[in-house]
Nanobody, 118 residues
Framework: EVQLVESGGGMVQPGGSLRLSCSAS????????MSWVRQAPGKGPEWVSG????????YYADSVKGRFTISRDNAKNTLYLQMNSLKPEDTALYYC???????????WGQGTQVTVSS
């Protein structure tokens, strides 16, 4: 059974930083591309960032490019998202997902809330 458990969310002021983590189990983590997806209230899901199995290829949505950094540690079965210069529009539920692009919701974690507010 695929299990993805996110952590690291919280409330932060504009301009602040957060680091999200995703612990993966139930599958061979190092054999799958991974992604971060977010969903704000009343909006559809947005593919925020993706990373391939070796970490050499990454994707960032234009809305986060230059501010967010995705990384992975295959030895620890863990995916990360470093978020800097956070803006109120980054407020959303952030999901770790197995796959590239906008993976099927069946392969998302339970999500961690990020709130950017002064």
């Amino acid at each position: 059974e695929v299990q993805l458990v996110e952590s690291g969310g919280g409330m932060v002021q504009p301009g602040g930083s957060l680091r999200l983590s995703c612990s993966a189990s139930g599958f061979t983590f190092s054999r799958f591309d991974m992604s971060w997806v977010r969903q704000a209230p009343g909006k559809g899901p947005e593919w925020v960032s993706g990373i391939n199995i070796g970490g050499a290829r990454t994707y960032y949505a234009d809305s986060v490019k230059g501010r967010f950094t995705i990384s992975r540690d295959n030895a620890k079965n863990t995916l990360y998202l470093q978020m800097n210069s956070l803006k109120p529009e980054d407020t959303a539920l952030y999901y770790c997902a197995r796959g590239w692009g906008l993976p099927h919701r069946a392969y998302w974690g339970q999500g961690t809330q990020v709130t950017v507010s002064s």
